[in-house]
């Protein structure tokens, strides 16, 4: 089992900054790739940035440029600083962990950016 807990939501004005932390316990050993997801209302969630265990990291192309995903492995934990929001980032955000084939998600938080 692997338990994700995230923090950092919060309301900010549109060209604002945020930071996401995403603290891992349990069975972290198992843990390949993790990642954030966000889901607005009545939208699908969808994938924001993942980062490997080689620190490879991918992006949506519509956060490219703005967001960026790091980890500290001393911490067991995932960032994501998010520069530049948008009204159309405003979303839960979810931390995702893939221990293959298990799936764990953290209880999210939310993300509001005001115009």
């Known amino acids: 089992q692997v338990q994700l807990v995230e923090s950092g939501g919060g309301l900010v004005q549109a060209g604002g900054s945020l930071r996401l932390s995403c603290a891992a316990s349990?069975?972290?050993?198992?843990?390949?790739?993790m990642g954030w997801y966000r889901q607005a209302p009545g939208k699908q969630r969808e994938m924001v940035a993942t980062?490997?265990?080689?620190?490879?990291?991918k992006y949506a192309d519509s956060v490219k440029g703005r967001f960026t995903i790091s980890r500290d492995n001393a911490k067991n934990t995932v960032f994501l600083r998010m520069n530049s929001l948008k009204p159309e980032d405003t979303a839960v955000y979810y931390c995702?962990?893939?221990?293959?084939?298990?799936?764990?998600w953290g209880q999210g938080t939310q993300v509001t950016v005001s115009s």
């Open positions: 349990g069975s972290i050993f198992r843990i390949a790739v």
């Open positions: 995702n962990a893939a221990a293959y084939p298990l799936q764990y």
């Open positions: 980062i490997d265990t080689g620190s490879r990291t």
